[in-house]
């Protein structure tokens, strides 16, 4: 007699989204961080993530940061408490904010107070987020050159209730005044919704001879 199975669904729980989306964010910054040439390439390793050829910073401190920041994300996440982050570059020089990296995050309240579980695949969720991360990788065409030795920031926006880690301190929003703005694609895993914007400093550049 022939056996029957059902068919594997992909489950999404809180605690799996958070994983998801703090780990997406890891290695956005850090391609973020290569391809807008924060870091020099070699400081970089090529790993493959997401069905695609990732880079991966070798740097210790900053590979600390962004684990701690990784790691502090998903806590928020997972109590539905994270509203965006935005990474920040800026002039080393002057503190200049250039450009703005902002991914604003929708929470499914009904799943962190019920703890209920939600359906997606993972080959969607992952088609999703390759076509994030080829738009961050073909940054170069859409955004200014940054001619200048750049640092970056990252501002997390949380719910007023949250207790802030004394590693985090209070700071203003770095904004750029009159920026250009692109938005990127969108990934949603059913319980937290990832919305990507890039906004930059315009080029002052005048066009007259």
Not at 104 to 120: A, C, F, L, W
Not at 173 to 198: G, R
Request: hydrophobic share 40%; net charge negative.
């Amino acid at each position: 007699m022939a056996s029957k199975t059902a068919a594997a669904k992909d489950i999404i729980t809180l605690h799996g989204s958070a994983a998801i989306v703090s780990e997406f964010f890891c290695y956005a910054a850090n391609s973020i961080l290569y391809n807008r040439a924060v870091y020099p390439e070699e400081s970089f390793v090529k790993v493959k993530k997401y069905g695609l050829p990732m880079l991966l910073i070798e740097d210790e401190s900053v590979k600390s940061f962004l684990s701690n920041l990784t790691s502090q994300l998903s806590e928020w996440l997972e109590a539905g408490k994270l509203q965006r982050v935005v990474l920040v570059i800026m002039s080393k020089a002057t503190g200049e904010v250039l450009e703005r990296w902002n991914f604003r995050i929708e929470t499914d309240n009904e799943v962190v107070e019920k703890g209920v579980s939600m359906e997606k695949s993972d080959k969607e969720i992952m088609r999703e987020i390759q076509a994030i991360m080829r738009q961050v990788a073909s940054s170069i065409t859409y955004l200014p050159c940054l001619d200048e030795t750049c640092v970056f920031d990252v501002l997390a926006y949380t719910d007023t209730d949250v207790a802030v880690p004394f590693t985090w301190i209070e700071s203003d929003p770095k904004l750029i005044a009159n920026p250009q703005m692109v938005k990127l694609h969108a990934f949603d895993t059913k319980i937290h919704k990832v919305d990507t914007l890039v906004s930059y400093k315009n080029d002052e550049w005048d066009e007259e001879e």
